[in-house]
């Protein structure tokens, strides 16, 4: 029998835990709003067209924050043709996922149904397409109190009070070439829009917190001296950087899915490292602060894979220029065409989903937002007609509910393995963990309750 140890001691702490440090990431892609969301047919549609039973789950479940709409359709998305009554709303194309988007939930029905859900909505704004004016509107009319066009506009729309939107992302995976006007080739670019942008929204509402794009994946070559050129430029303005990291393992190689934690741990410490450089560098006694607001996890076939590759990424890589596309036009009722089948190893990709969370709660005192892609799904599963809780509503859950107060270092004892590398696809290549840890490990002390709280995983691939 395999042995390990774990010590704690309450003096050893690493941070505050952030409320908001496990929350979920939306964005209209498929059924997830049209169907789980909104479906105006559904017994138990409210009156903008939601589903009761899947934000009454959510409320249950606790989900402290919520990062909407999106993602790449945001870069494209204009919020003005989404509001009014649904009649006047315009249909566009949304670019980015190949998909009509008729605005049936647009930016109040967005704002609305996280209130229902009982989640602190993290609101991204447009900086492809977009403008600085474009977002400046938008907090003027999410939550500026009255007396202006925007302000009475929402009023109009029906929502008397101010939304009070505290934390607003400038623009999304800014750095992609998948991104519609990405500046993947001008960093420099976006950090100035980044730093102009934020200043203009924060004189419209003091109150606001700004998240600032670095790079969307550590795989992209020009990782991380494109981040650094963006913060150059706008880390005075700006209180945390948006981080973005999607970890894949073959079917064939189950330990490296819980080997995924290692990636995590680098990409967070080399964030950390140049915020603090930049902090140095800039003269100043700023601290910037993390939001890992896409992270997630996920068992991925083999595909073909150009060895070497790395992170020299075309955007023709993306599939954006097939001849052939067709764009889809979802009808939140009719789900015959993108029923999921039952999800393969639920058990352990909840444990990958939960490794993660170990990580970020290791970074407490760094990383203030968290927002798990298909973390919704995690903690509410859904179909047309129900919602139920599959394997990763329980490990989510109680990092919500537990993992409260402050964060504490853990000190292990135990085996380690070594898993070799592979390649998902052009972009997913890892060169291989060594040394991985078969247990993982992260606690929490909620003082005011008088409880300590150790979360464990076994991560060993052949051992129960």
């Not at 409210?46 to 359709?73: C, H, I, Q, S, T």
């Not at 009554?85 to 190949?98: I, Q, V, Y």
């Not at 609101?123 to 977009?130: H, I, M």
């Not at 939001?291 to 894979?305: H, K, T």
Request: glycine content about 10%.
């Amino acid at each position: 029998m395999k042995k390990a140890s774990i010590a704690v001691h309450p003096e050893f702490r690493i941070g505050d835990i952030s409320p908001r440090l496990f929350g979920a990431f939306l964005e209209p892609i498929g059924s997830m709003v049209n169907g789980s969301m909104y479906n105006p047919k559904h017994p138990l549609a409210d009156g903008d067209g939601m589903r009761r039973d899947f934000y009454g789950a959510l409320k249950e479940a606790g989900l402290p924050a919520v990062r909407l709409p999106g993602g790449n359709f945001v870069s494209g998305w204009q919020w003005k043709d989404s509001i009014g009554p649904r009649e006047n709303r315009k249909t566009h194309l949304d670019m980015a996922w190949g998909q009509f988007i008729p605005n049936d939930v647009g930016h109040d029905e967005y704002l609305r149904w996280a209130e229902k859900a009982g989640a602190e909505a993290i609101y991204t704004v447009n900086l492809g397409t977009g403008t600085l004016q474009d977002a400046a509107d938008c907090v003027e009319y999410t939550n500026f109190p009255g007396g202006t066009w925007w302000s009475d506009l929402r009023k109009k729309n029906g929502h008397p009070a101010p939304y009070g939107v505290r934390t607003w992302c400038l623009g999304n995976e800014m750095d992609g070439p998948w991104q519609i006007a990405s500046r993947e080739k001008d960093p420099r670019g976006y950090g100035i829009l980044a730093h102009e942008t934020s200043k203009a929204m924060k004189w419209v509402d003091p109150s606001i917190e700004t998240v600032a794009c670095v790079s969307s994946s550590p795989f992209l070559n020009h990782y991380p001296d494109w981040d650094r050129t963006v913060l150059e430029e706008c880390y005075a303005s700006v209180d945390y950087i948006s981080l973005h990291h999607y970890h894949s393992a073959p079917p064939d190689l189950p330990g490296a899915l819980l080997a995924g934690y290692r990636a995590f741990e680098d990409y967070i410490r080399t964030e950390i490292a140049l915020c603090d450089y930049m902090r140095t560098k800039l003269r100043t006694k700023k601290t910037m602060m993390l939001a890992l607001d896409e992270y997630g996890s996920m068992i991925r076939p083999r595909g073909e894979a150009r060895l070497g590759l790395g992170g020299r990424q075309n955007a023709d890589m993306f599939g954006v220029f097939v001849p052939d596309r067709k764009y889809v036009r979802h009808d939140p009722d009719d789900w015959s065409t993108r029923l999921r089948p039952p999800m393969a190893r639920e058990m352990l990709q909840a444990l990958g989903m939960a490794s993660t969370m170990l990580v970020m709660l290791n970074h407490a005192d760094r990383i203030r937002i968290g927002c798990a892609t298909g973390g919704l799904n995690a903690l509410c599963r859904t179909d047309r007609e129900h919602v139920w809780k599959g394997a990763a509503h329980y490990p989510f859950t109680q990092m919500i509910r537990w993992a409260r107060g402050e964060s504490l270092r853990c000190e292990k004892r135990c085996g380690c393995v070594d898993i070799p590398g592979y390649a998902i696809d052009d972009m997913n290549q890892y060169g291989g963990f060594e040394g991985v840890e078969t247990v993982q490990a992260a606690a929490a002390l909620n003082a005011e309750a008088g409880e300590m709280t150790v979360f464990v995983i076994n991560a060993d691939p052949n051992e129960d």
